[in-house]
Nanobody, 120 residues
Framework: VQLQASGGGLVQPGGSLRLSCAASGSIFIIAAMGWYRQAPGKQRELVAT???????SYADSVKGRFTISRDNAKNTVYLQMNSLKPENTAVYYC???????????????WGQGTLVTVSS
């Protein structure tokens, strides 16, 4: 299973970006997808997650500004980021918990990361 993330870039404070991450490969079902981020010198942290049934959870620091969504038919997860702040600068990683085909074993997969830079 591969995860391909895109949509990062440079944005001014207060601006918006939309990240996308598409999963492909031997997938039976994706139980959950999410976004994590890692800022320079810091540990990777959870940003948001979404289940197959569209149950979402967010880090407190992004509630009300970021929205996670998912297209189950396309095995794709999105992260709409509004009102971005300089402290949101980080490499954003997508994550998927997948039941693999044909084993039906649950595995945790990571995308390659996409850099988001918030700066004037």
């Amino acid at each position: 299973v591969q995860l391909q993330a895109s949509g990062g870039g440079l944005v001014q404070p207060g601006g918006s970006l939309r990240l996308s991450c598409a999963a492909s490969g031997s997938i039976f079902i994706i139980a959950a997808m999410g976004w994590y981020r890692q800022a320079p010198g810091k540990q990777r942290e959870l940003v948001a997650t979404i289940t197959t049934g569209a149950i979402t959870s967010y880090a407190d620091s992004v509630k009300g500004r970021f929205t996670i969504s998912r297209d189950n038919a396309k095995n794709t997860v999105y992260l709409q980021m509004n009102s971005l702040k300089p402290e949101n600068t980080a490499v954003y990683y997508c994550n998927a918990i997948v039941l693999d085909r044909p084993t039906l074993r649950e595995n945790n997969y990571w995308g390659q990361g996409t850099l988001v830079t918030v700066s004037s």
